[in-house]
């Protein structure tokens, strides 16, 4: 099979409410279209003479499977100069191994863009930046114009790779965004796309939790002409730094921010150095976040019993404030079952760093957990202990 991967054309279809930039690739042997689909309003800010975004998002693949990428279509001069002179030959010093060849010409591109954006998932780091960006930053230039909810694999329900019901999971987190929004008036540009199919088809499902900065800052670089400032929140500081291309690039995103930034769009890290307990108390007193918080990737709402609803749930009981989140949350639920949830810090907190500062702020503040919840979760430490060392 031919290690390369061709970017070949793009078009731009209009119909009469949508505006669609597709673009023609032959990954190995393989036919795949790519596309981003937009509200009509919002289909002059497509870029479809630049393949910045589609760069960015099959970079990271281009480098795990040892393909190189030939592209038909030009890509901005900064952020090649950022990949091939900066990022590329880092990734090929922290993992011993070849980087791939870019054969692309370069474009210089000046859009003009105006608009400050970030992702709104309705989570816990989305409502931090939202309120950041809105109620907390100073300076007028920095702040929020328009919020951003994009299809990107990020509906995954705990799925590596794509599945139709990943759909419906897409749908209906995006109703719950759009009434929100429409709520508390913020513009939100929605953009649609398959990029996780055509991923999973070409690269064999590959975890959405391994690309997923390059997935959404490449559908901001396709729409530069909209994008001049977009802030992603970061889930981990630079205390933690490791750039390993086959893991979660959130432990050097920090760094990866500058490489991704063009002479039009500039991504930021926001959220400074917070970490998720400390963003979680941050949003205590925003308002807009009560009935609004969601941190499932299950549906449309929380279902109380994934990893993310669990750590979310626990992190408010012990700052007190669980009651303020019983729209979102179902509380008696968690109530009933306390001792058994709360049986999961010391089940995980040697694999989750999540469950280790949760740990380590329950001794430090006195916070009590029931014996009973201390011995299961023992128990079941073991049982993951040995799945793991037994790659079950």
Not at 11 to 28: A, C, P, Q, V, Y
Not at 54 to 59: D, G, H, K, S
Not at 127 to 146: N, P
Request: proline share 2%; aromatic share 14%; net charge neutral.
């Amino acid at each position: 099979m031919s290690k390369t991967i061709n970017i070949l054309n793009s078009r731009i279809s209009n119909n009469d409410d949508k505006s669609t930039l597709t673009f023609d690739l032959k990954i190995g042997d393989n036919n795949h279209s790519l596309y981003f689909s937009v509200d009509k309003k919002y289909g002059e800010y497509l870029c479809g003479e630049i393949a910045d975004g589609v760069l960015t998002i099959l970079l990271p693949f281009a480098v795990k499977n040892n393909y190189d990428i030939v592209s038909a279509i030009p890509v901005s001069e900064e952020l090649l100069y950022n990949f091939n002179w900066h990022f590329l030959p880092q990734v090929a010093v922290c993992n011993k191994i070849d980087i791939p060849q870019i054969k692309i010409e370069t474009v210089k591109t000046d859009y003009k863009p105006f608009a400050v954006s970030t992702g709104i998932s309705c989570g816990v780091d989305s409502f931090t930046t939202l309120k950041e960006y809105t109620v907390e930053c100073k300076y007028d230039d920095y702040k929020l114009t328009h919020l951003a909810f994009f299809e990107n694999g990020a509906h995954h329900l705990g799925i590596n790779g794509f599945s139709e019901e990943q759909k419906k999971c897409y749908e209906e987190q995006k109703e719950f965004v759009l009434k929100f929004c429409e709520q508390y008036n913020y513009e939100v540009v929605i953009v649609e796309s398959n990029i996780n199919e055509v991923l999973s088809k070409a690269f064999e499902n590959d975890a959405f939790e391994h690309t997923h900065t390059f997935r959404n800052i490449g559908i901001v670089l396709q729409m530069q002409k909209l994008f001049k400032i977009y802030y992603y929140s970061s889930a981990w500081n630079l205390d933690v730094f490791n750039v390993d291309i086959t893991r979660s690039p959130a432990r050097y995103e920090k760094y990866l921010f500058s490489i991704l930034t063009t002479k039009n769009t500039r991504i930021y890290s926001s959220n400074k150095a917070m970490t998720r307990l400390e963003k979680t108390e941050y949003i205590l007193d925003f308002e807009q976040s009560y009935d609004n918080l969601l941190v499932c990737y299950m549906g449309g709402h929380n279902c109380g019993k994934c990893g993310k609803c669990i750590r979310t749930m626990i992190t408010l009981d012990m700052l007190g404030k669980l009651e303020l989140y019983k729209n979102s949350f179902d509380v008696e639920y968690y109530k009933k079952n306390k001792p058994i949830i709360l049986s999961r810090i010391y089940a995980k907190k040697h694999f989750d760093p999540f469950m280790k500062e949760l740990h380590k702020y329950a001794k430090s503040t006195g916070y009590k957990i029931p014996l009973f919840s201390k011995v299961l979760g023992m128990v079941l430490f073991v049982g993951l202990a040995i799945k793991r060392a037994l790659h079950i």
